[in-house]
């Protein structure tokens, strides 16, 4: 249970899951600091250097991590790695003594890093996956459902809900594989010593088996290491992973953003989900706010931050290493996926629980639609020889004055206006004329094209996955 009466991180409780709180806790770290010395160990063994008794020692200890005492250790010490070695060896009387044997604190830190990173990452592709995987089933639902577009935010042409779905889709599947890219270049500082050079374990088993250990080490924790490093491993690659993780952050923002547009009652044409007994605003009891997209857009804007703190950390680590990373780095790595973790969840529901409100879709395309017709009754012209400038000139002064209708409080008076127009009717006939203003099938391909993405994206993520 948490205590309510200090400061505690919004993300220790209210944001992210437990799942990926519990990979970025304290103990969990501590767990994954003592497997690491546990596998250092083992393979020293294999060196003559450890018996085998005191890596079973050490082993049946692993997972009995004590914070509160270790963290006492440290109020003494100020050394947060050398307190869970002592705190380690005091419970392993035979084999205290061979714990960290050659290594450097960051031997044992970066590499646990490194794990906890592709473990993170493990949770959010997946969550991702499934994301993808519900807009995917939200294309084919909608693909052929035509919604007024907008540049600028003003009308412009038709396009289908399934493709604006498609639209959102594809950003999100180039955050997939960036993230899956991510983790796949992810590595371990390995076991170099001080400064990089191996020296202190030059010194236990020869320079020459130097290549032999540190494979045998790689096998042990199931993590590839970078062949060249200084006290710690580049920290460019948190970079690119903080990179990845804010590219996720940017689509799900754009998606979020749109919905809260939509959902505004003017236009009213998305809903988010919203619960029975939920209450949108303590003052006005009519208020529906979006609050799950907005949500999603203040967590996302908070991420978007974080990869210059990371760049940073790469670019201003001075020669062989400079401590001035190592605060930072404990707020933005494990917030960096919470972040990610929370805003995946909620798009979750916002894609699986969206409401569609067809009424409003349709009196949104009535009233602006027909305006993307007069492209079509351009063109149309075009083809009969009429003079493109005049067609252009007549079309622009119908649809101020449909304009000035709807601002009126009218519906939209354009389809009916060109039909009474000499100049079209002549050129095009009524019969042809009429059915130009048929906007609704004036959507291309999308239907089409969102339905293959839809398909392609099911196969890919399969594949991925």
Not at 380 to 405: F, S, V
Request: net charge negative.
């Amino acid at each position: 249970m948490n205590d309510y009466s200090g400061y505690l991180s919004p993300f220790s409780w209210r944001y992210g899951t437990e799942a990926m709180r519990r990979l970025w806790s304290e103990r969990h770290k501590r767990e994954l600091w003592r497997k690491i010395w546990v596998s250092l160990a083992r393979v020293e063994s294999g060196f003559g250097l450890v018996s085998a008794a005191q890596v079973e020692e050490l082993a049946s200890k692993a997972k009995a991590v004590d914070v509160e005492r270790s963290l006492e250790i440290e109020a003494e010490i100020r050394h947060d790695l050398m307190a869970e070695i002592k705190a380690f060896a005091g419970q392993c009387p035979t084999a205290g003594g061979v714990i960290h044997l050659g290594a450097t604190s960051m031997d044992i830190e970066d590499n646990a890093d490194a794990l906890r990173i592709l473990e993170s990452l493990d949770l959010i592709i997946e969550k991702l996956g499934t994301l993808l995987l519900a807009l995917a089933a939200r294309i084919d639902q909608f693909a052929a459902l035509p919604v007024m577009a907008f540049t600028h935010i003003q009308p412009a042409e038709p396009t289908t809900l399934g493709y604006r779905c498609a639209v959102w889709a594809q950003d999100l599947f180039l955050a997939y594989e960036d993230l899956l890219a991510a983790k796949t270049s992810v590595r371990g500082k390995g076991f170099k010593g001080a400064v990089g050079t191996s020296a202190s374990y030059s010194e236990l088993f020869g320079v020459d088996r130097l290549p032999e250990f540190e494979a045998s080490m790689e096998k042990e924790l199931g993590l590839k290491f970078f062949p060249v490093t200084t006290q710690t491993c580049t920290r460019i690659q948190e970079y690119r992973v903080v990179t990845a993780l804010s590219t996720l952050g940017a689509a799900l923002h754009k998606i979020a953003f749109d919905f809260r547009l939509l959902q505004s009652p003017p236009i009213g044409e998305l809903s988010e989900p919203f619960a029975k007994k939920q209450v949108g605003s303590s003052a006005m009891p009519f208020k529906r706010n979006p609050i799950a997209a907005e949500k999603i857009d203040s967590l996302a804007r908070l991420l978007s931050s974080y990869p210059q703190v990371a760049w940073s950390n790469a670019s201003l680590s001075l020669l062989e290493r400079t401590l001035d990373d190592s605060a930072n780095r404990r707020v933005i790595l494990p917030e960096s996926f919470l972040i990610g973790n929370e805003i995946l969840e909620t798009a979750q529901k916002i894609v699986e629980g969206f409401s569609a409100d067809e009424g409003a879709i349709r009196e949104t395309f009535q009233r602006y639609a027909p305006f993307a017709c007069t492209e079509r009754v351009m063109m149309a012209m075009a083809k009969t020889g009429a003079d493109r400038q005049e067609t252009h000139e007549r079309l622009r002064q119908h649809a101020l004055a449909a304009w000035a209708a709807i601002r009126a409080g009218e519906e939209n008076p354009l389809a009916g206006s060109l039909s009474r127009d000499e100049f079209f009717v002549s050129q095009l006939g009524s019969a042809a004329l009429a059915s130009l203003m048929h906007i609704e099938d004036y959507v291309g391909d999308a239907a089409i094209r969102a339905v293959g993405f839809a398909s392609m994206l099911r196969k890919k993520v399969a594949v991925l996955d």
